[in-house]
């Protein structure tokens, strides 16, 4: 019973003091005992606010594409697990979700006006048969998009008739494509001269920025990251020709080659990616 005096008086000063600390906090005053904790508040409502999230825009490109361009993602195939992505104007063209991926050459014809898809086929180059890839890219009618990605092996099965066709589609490094190479590219049905949108393998990294009517070119080491290697042709310059031909500037892009000294999986280079923008083909042109 002694003791029950002293209690009461602790007590009154602990509530004392905790309703002091909670209107100091709530108040927020000059006067305030506590400004850590204030801060403290402040601070975690302010970081929350300073740092939006990054937009992103059609296929995930982080700026839009200009009018009349079509936004387009790729991605190469991941060893032989992980397929192949293709999307374009915020669509997914080819991938494993939508169960239209397979080993070997994944490729979207595009109507180069509309950008409307117009097939999606897989094609195996190691045990299928080349004659099915020749009848699908043989009657190309002038003025269809071409994207390719490659996934395991895209080139086995390759023969001189098919490569010729694909260097006619605007590609530079078919001739050296090889087994197990990583491989995307986008060409044109009447290219005039070779694509700006195409990867395979070289030693170094070559980025080309077009400025007018001058190129520069910047040469960066590639890095050891677990991500694909990617290339950005942002509001790259290139139009139709008059006679209904795509006409790309004669720019040079990366290749990925099969080598058990650089290979990032057993038996397999490291997967490649590349987005950008494609300009439309006029009706007129």
Known sequence: MRLAGP????????TVGLTWIVASILLGGPGSGFPRIQQLFISTENSVTAEPRARKYKCGLPQPCPEEHLAFRMVSGAANVIGPKICLEDKMLMSSVKDNVGRGLNIALVNG???????ARAFDMWAGDVNELLKFIRPL???TLVFVASYDDPA??????TRKLFSDLGSKNIKELAFRDSWVFVGAKGV???SPFEQDKTNRLFQWFL???RYQKSSLAPKEETRP?????QQLRVGWGKAGT????????????NSKHTNKYEGWPEALEMEGCIPRKTTAS
């Open 7 to 14: 209690f009461r008086i602790v007590a009154l000063v602990v």
């Open 113 to 119: 006006v509309s950008g409307e898809l117009i097939e």
């Open 141 to 143: 009618h002038e003025g």
């Open 156 to 161: 086995t099965k390759m023969n001189e008739e």
């Open 192 to 194: 005039q001269n070779k």
């Open 211 to 213: 400025e007018g009517s």
């Open 229 to 233: 290697l990617t290339l950005l042709f």
């Open 246 to 257: 795509h006409t790309y500037s004669p720019l040079t892009f990366l290749h990925v080659k």
